[in-house]
């Protein structure tokens, strides 16, 4: 099995980041992608993408099979909402395993949501999304988006045992599309996908990421 990088690992933190400069763009904009409001904001800073990977998530809108669409929950995240769900979810861990050191702590939360200091949402670098049909209807996936690994067992991992057939066959999807668009997946998270962060940077090999944190509007 591959090596699960997690977001907590020194290897991201310590990757360089060259700011490109690109702007943020509206995911509203990508013909044939649908916008689910579950996340919604006044602002819309959640429909928010950097130009490059809103491009990516274009490309591979154009080559799903006929009938599916790709359904975006988020995108842009501003600093301060990281800091809260990283903070929040730190806790319930700490609360429910109080033999746990901090360290420990700090690199179990890291599975479901970045450190902020690395949140590729935070750079405008990072999409969660699922597949539904034409009418919006959502594909079976396993999981809800945003599922914890403690709330799904574990079936949040991107290539978890034990799902259904067809679970399986759209995460399948959902990942030959994305990764051939340029995107990179977050392994515990199958509908967490980037390009231009430093989890990008990081496993693809580039010599530094493209995005830096940004503040919106």
């Given amino acids: 099995m591959r090596e699960i990088i997690l977001m907590s690992d020194p290897r991201v933190a310590s990757m ?3 700011e490109c400069g690109e702007p943020l763009v509206d995911v509203r904009d990508i013909a044939g992608v649908r916008i689910d409001d579950r996340l919604a904001d006044k602002a819309g800073a959640y429909t928010r993408l950097r130009q490059g990977v809103a ?3 274009a490309t591979a809108q154009g080559r799903l099979p006929v009938g599916l669409r790709l359904l975006v ?20 861990l700490r609360e429910s395993n109080p033999d746990w050191p901090e360290d420990y702590v700090f690199v179990q939360a890291s599975r479901s949501l970045a450190p902020p200091a690395v949140g590729p949402h935070v750079c405008g670098g990072a999409i969660d999304l699922t597949l539904c049909t034409d009418d919006g209807t959502e594909l079976p996936m396993g999981t809800e988006v945003n599922a914890s690994p403690e709330e ?3 079936a949040c991992y991107t290539n978890a045992p034990d799902l259904t057939p067809a679970a399986r066959e759209n995460r399948t999807i959902l990942t030959a599309t994305l990764t051939a668009a340029g995107l990179v ?5 199958w509908w967490h996908w980037s390009y231009g962060d430093r989890y990008w940077a990081t496993l693809s090999g580039a010599k530094a990421a493209l995005y830096a944190p940004v503040e919106w509007p």
């Fill in 55 to 57: 491009e990516r998530v």
């Fill in 73 to 92: 929950v988020e995108a842009y995240r501003p600093l301060w909402l990281q800091v809260q769900y990283f903070d929040e979810y730190a806790a319930e």
């Fill in 152 to 154: 799904s067992a574990n």
């Fill in 16 to 18: 360089p980041v060259e």
């Fill in 185 to 189: 997946n977050y392994p515990t998270e």
